[in-house]
Structure formats: structure tokens, C-alpha cells
């Protein structure tokens, strides 16, 4: 019985060490494509030139990767674009400043797949409030940089803000971090928004109790 326990978590050990280096791999290239990208912009611009990005439009593009099969997979549908956006410094101010709240949403993503942190696309906003001045001007940029690199909201490390707490007879590990509800099970944790970084669950419950309304709770 202790022999198979240590294959299973062995088995385990080696499919997240396999995770972790997919990830790490995909982050990589984005980063590669971002770096082209924006090296590509200030080149242009050094040279006096108007830099235009070709950006698809699509009725739905990135709603929700929850239906893929792996949290990795794009589940975003990029196969029957219903038009063509070309933005340019010099053709629109309106093209112009959703340039560059792209660029500068990029920066933000560039940073958290270097330092491998995530965020909420509202915590996005707050950063540059007076440039975003609302929160769909964000929302479009995160969309148009999942049309543009072909990836999901998943892969840029930005995700939704956290839902939901949870407390009781459970414990586990989200990174690095330890999750101890076991040690005081009156006391209420966030629901950690990224799950591939929960692993090593314990509990010792008997039921799940989900409260729909936190106001409620």
C-alpha cells in the first residue's frame, strides 16, 4: 500500500515538473514575440516611419478558457475573423491611443511572465488609471493581444479577479505558499484564481457546503 502511495505522488511530482516546463517553454516564446513586437514599434517610429498593426476582429475572441482541454490550450476561436483592424499612429487618434494602450498593456504582461505573477485585468487598470480611464479600454487591449499572439487571457498570466472564499477541514499548497484552514476552521482563505499552482489537497471533510452569495455567508 506505502509502495503504491509513493509511485502515485512520484507520478504526480513528474507531471507537474512537465507542466512547469510547458509553461515556462510557452512563456518564453510570448515573451520573444513581444519583445519582436515592441522592438519592431520603436524602430519604425526611430525612423520616422508610421508603425501599423493588423489586428482580426471576431464576434467572440478569448470569452473564457475554462472549456479547454488542458489549461495550457487556447480556447479561443481565431479561424473566421469578420473584419480587419489596421491601427497606425498617423491614421486615427483614436487608432493611435488604442496603440498605445496596447503597448502598454504588453509592458505589464512582459513583466508578469518574467517574474511569473499574475493579475486581474483590473488590478491592469489601476496601474495607469488616468490612461485607461475605464476598465473595457483594458479589456479590449487584453482581447487584442489574445487576437494578436493567438493565445488565451491564461497564457499572458492574467486572470479573474478572485471568486469566492473557502475554510473548513482542507489544507493545501498554492506555490509556495501553505494553506492551512485545518489549523483554524473558522477563519475564511481566497480561492486562489490560478489553479495550476494548488497541489498536495488534504482534507478530511465529509461534505462541501457551496454558499452561492458571499454576502450571505
Not at 19 to 26: K, L, S
Not at 53 to 81: E, I, K, W
Not at 161 to 178: D, I, P, Q, S
Amino acid at each position: 500500500m506505502a509502495g503504491r502511495e509513493k509511485r502515485r505522488r512520484a507520478t504526480a511530482l513528474d507531471d507537474d515538473e512537465r507542466r512547469g516546463r510547458r509553461r515556462q517553454e510557452e512563456a518564453a516564446l510570448l515573451l520573444h514575440k513581444i519583445k519582436g513586437l515592441v522592438g519592431w514599434v520603436v524602430a519604425e517610429v526611430a525612423a520616422g516611419r508610421s508603425p501599423s498593426v493588423a489586428l482580426h476582429r471576431y464576434q467572440n475572441y478569448c470569452a473564457s478558457a475554462s472549456g479547454a482541454a488542458s489549461p495550457s490550450t487556447c480556447a479561443c476561436s481565431y479561424d473566421a475573423p469578420v473584419g480587419t483592424d489596421v491601427l497606425s499612429l498617423l491614421r486615427k487618434e483614436s487608432h493611435a491611443s488604442r496603440l498605445n494602450v496596447l503597448l502598454r498593456v504588453l509592458l505589464v504582461v512582459q513583466q508578469l511572465l518574467q517574474e511569473n505573477k499574475h493579475c486581474s485585468k483590473r488590478d491592469i487598470y489601476y496601474m495607469y488609471p488616468s490612461i485607461f480611464v475605464e476598465q473595457a479600454v483594458v479589456d479590449r487591449a487584453i482581447n487584442d493581444i489574445c487576437v494578436l499572439f493567438k493565445c488565451s487571457r491564461h497564457n499572458i498570466n492574467v486572470v479573474p479577479v478572485a471568486k469566492g472564499l473557502v475554510m473548513g477541514w482542507v489544507r493545501f499548497l498554492e506555490g509556495e505558499k501553505k494553506v492551512y484552514c485545518i489549523t483554524n476552521v473558522n477563519a475564511a482563505f481566497s480561492i486562489p484564481v490560478s489553479i495550476e499552482a494548488i497541489k498536495d489537497i488534504v482534507s478530511v471533510a465529509h461534505y462541501i457546503l457551496v454558499v452561492e452569495k458571499e454576502t450571505v455567508f
